[in-house]
């Protein structure tokens, strides 16, 4: 789907939106689109079926024509490949044929319920809300005619597409939701560092605060796209907030993921969806120094293997929750505020130095400011590991044994400004720390063709000594050094007498602009 595509989408849908909350238009778009595709998933398959039942060489051909039209009605043949069945009622061209009628949103609400009454697996996930919208008058008939624009086909691109459409729309309405939107979305970018830097490949995945489920779905492009299966993969999920867990089941159940966010929304701390979970690969970004997370009702609770928390900032009862549910040879990707580093407050640096001497920190990453929808707050990247003498590389060998180390970048210069308030990393700045980290765990075990080395300015392995020496503080900038200056080949002194002169020429450069000034005001009347 093209940028421009994409952009007039969004522009026409947020002109619909007239009066709408961006919080509550961002279900009513997001459902719609979700009804689409699996319409035109319904309807391609449809297609597919019945070139099938007249192939002569194929497993579904159906000698007698009469009986063509009565198959297309077998749902099986439909939940074989992964397609949702769609009630007539509810197919997009029957909406669509509606739109303009009064009742638009009811009878759209009665289509998710039909779509629900015959697939278990979308029960009480589809926001069923569209009776109840405060949209003008006509408006939602509008919007149904723009999503008709979108056209989902084609397999497996039109799955791409829809990852596409959504992944858009929800970076557009955090933006317009501020810092309410960034509690479901995180920047994609930011995400692809996660996955990129734990490669996962096999195994269990789990996201305790899942969002919109943006971290499983980068993590279905890393393994397509290093040649595996997504079948390889089992993901677990939890969610608090209920609209948003319905737009993650939705997000989620259209690209055939195996999947278990739990039986409801319900918040991670006091109601664990997944208690006996061992994840091997957990990636999370939690609610930045959440100070309402009821900490006060958990002191005694089993997860908090280096201390308890402070009631007043969830930072280290999440990174706790996190490494009491990786496994024996898990990786854990954290996203937290800056604070979290150097923080002494209320208990949090007796933790941090239990976590550093229990030899569980692996990577700390500095993030550039900018990069979140939600907050100002400068954030970092938090690698744990249980087990740094085992941990396997991307290609699945093993890396070398870091035990008593850790390693530190600081990524605060990288990325660029995509619009005038957010930064974007591109892929080359991704690839640059995911290959450090790489080259740092392998450093010559798993035949890379680059050995690791520090890089002043940027990053540095430190060996847990050293970090005691600096009270187990984690924050990058203080183990990786200044940049190496670039020499210009000046002696002191000629760079002293050019820069004196520059300085001189720009003094009466000065002086030249406020008599000009000056002057100005004076004929306006104006004595300065």
């Not at 957990?282 to 009702?297: C, I, Q, T, Y």
């Not at 229990?358 to 700390?364: G, I, L, P, R, Y």
């Not at 050293?466 to 200044?482: C, S």
Request: glycine content about 8%.
């Amino acid at each position: 789907m093209n940028q421009d595509l994409k952009k007039t989408l969004w522009a026409a849908a947020d002109k619909l939106r007239s009066s709408m909350d961006a919080a509550e238009y961002k279900h009513i778009v997001l459902g719609l689109i979700f009804l689409k595709y699996i319409s035109d998933a319904f309807d391609e398959r449809r297609i597919q079926l019945l070139a099938a039942f007249n192939d002569k060489a194929g497993d579904l051909y159906l000698p007698d024509a009469a009986d063509h039209a009565e198959a297309l009605d077998e749902r099986d043949y439909f939940t074989m490949a992964n397609v949702f069945w769609v009630p007539a009622s509810a197919r997009w061209d029957a909406i669509r044929a509606q739109a303009k009628q009064a009742d638009i949103g009811v009878r759209i609400d009665a289509a998710l319920e039909a779509i629900e009454a015959d697939n278990p697996r979308l029960k009480g996930i589809l926001d069923k809300r569209f009776g109840r919208t405060q949209l003008e008058p006509g408006r939602l008939g509008e919007l149904v005619d723009l999503i008709s624009t979108i056209g989902f086909g084609e397999g497996h691109r039109a799955k791409d597409l829809l990852g596409e459409v959504y992944e858009y729309f929800l970076g557009q309405f955090a933006s317009a939701e501020g810092k309410k939107g960034g509690q479901f979305y995180t920047p994609a970018s930011v995400v692809k560092v996660l996955v990129e830097v734990l490669a996962p490949h096999q195994g269990r995945v789990y996201d305790p605060c899942c969002g919109s489920g943006g971290m499983f779905v980068q993590s279905e492009r890393f393994i397509e796209a290093h040649g595996g299966k997504v079948d390889d993969i089992s993901i677990y999920g939890q969610e608090s907030n209920p609209t948003t867990w319905r737009l993650a089941q939705m997000n989620l159940s259209i690209r055939g993921f195996a999947v278990d966010l739990g039986t409801e929304p319900a918040d991670t701390f006091h109601r664990n969806q997944h208690p006996d979970l061992r994840a091997d690969y957990v990636l999370a970004n939690p609610h930045f120094n959440d100070s309402e997370w009821g900490g006060e009702r958990l002191f005694e609770d089993r997860r908090w293997a280096y201390g308890t928390p402070p009631a007043g900032n969830a930072n280290y009862a999440w990174l706790q929750h996190i490494l009491h549910h990786l496994s024996p040879r898990g990786q854990a990707g954290v996203v937290l505020a800056n604070g979290s580093m150097s923080s002494n407050q209320n208990n949090e640096g007796a933790i941090r130095k239990a976590m550093v001497e229990a030899d569980v920190v692996d990577v700390m990453v500095a993030l550039p400011p900018q990069l979140f929808f939600n907050t100002q707050i400068p954030a970092c990247l938090w690698f744990l590991t249980k087990d740094k003498s085992c941990v396997a590389t991307p290609s699945g060998r093993r890396g070398r044994d870091r035990r008593g180390e850790v390693l530190f970048i600081d990524a605060r210069k990288l990325g660029r400004m995509a619009t005038r308030v957010n930064r974007v990393f591109d892929d080359e700045d991704v690839a640059r720390i995911a290959a450090t980290v790489h080259r740092w765990r392998a450093d010559g075990e798993d035949g890379a063709n680059e050995p690791y080395a520090d890089v002043a300015g940027f990053c540095r392995a430190v060996k847990l000594a050293e970090i005691a020496e600096h009270g187990h503080v984690l924050t990058p900038g203080r183990y990786v050094g200044a940049e190496a200056a670039k020499d210009d080949d000046d002696t002191f002194n000629e760079k002293m007498d050019r820069l004196t002169n520059q300085l001189a020429e720009q003094m009466a450069k000065g002086a030249e602009l406020d008599a000009v000034i000056r002057e100005k005001l004076g004929e306006l009347g104006y004595a300065v």
